[in-house]
């Protein structure tokens, strides 16, 4: 990439030159078609290259490649990996502060609904099983005026 860059600097510097000396017009547009025909070979090298080692990386056209240039394919691929493992846990550690902050807000804002404006805190009941030991069996006595007299003890205090 750096040397595309230099490349095409030193490509600029050379037709500013060709275009101050104006005494050569015929041979500057003969050196610049001769010149842009050489950087497109070179471009259309570099492009079959790139392809080639797009090819590589998706596991295509190996059999071509030397045991050097697959051990450095090799290793090209295990440092993606590691780059692409290295920020799907940046990834996941972002998204569990995130999930985490989200938990604090909403226990906060549950702590403040249950805060009356008196500054008295009231809870929420939760449903409790039925214990039978803890009730007394009111269902099974008639009403308290059915009762005859003679069943009504009277309580004197002494």
Excluded: W
Aim: net charge positive; proline share 3%; hydrophobic share 30%.
């Amino acid at each position: 990439m750096i040397s595309d860059f230099l490349s095409v600097k030193s490509t600029i510097e050379r037709y500013k030159k060709a275009c101050a000396d104006s005494s050569n017009n015929g041979s500057v547009s003969e050196a610049n078609a001769q010149f842009y025909q050489q950087e497109a070979a070179k471009l259309r090298s570099q492009i079959g290259n790139l392809q080639n080692s797009n090819r590589n990386m998706l596991g295509e056209s190996l059999s071509t490649l030397s045991v050097k240039e697959l051990k450095s394919l090799e290793t090209k691929l295990e440092k993606g990996i590691s780059r692409i493992r290295s920020k799907k846990e940046i990834d996941l550690h972002n998204n569990n502060q995130l999930l985490r902050a989200k938990i604090a807000e909403n226990e906060r804002k549950r702590q403040n609904m249950n805060l009356m404006p008196g500054g008295a805190s009231f809870e929420i009941m939760q449903p409790q099983p039925f214990d039978s030991r803890n009730y007394s069996q009111v269902h099974g006595l008639p009403p308290a005026n059915h009762y005859s007299h003679e069943d009504q003890m009277s309580l004197q205090l002494v």
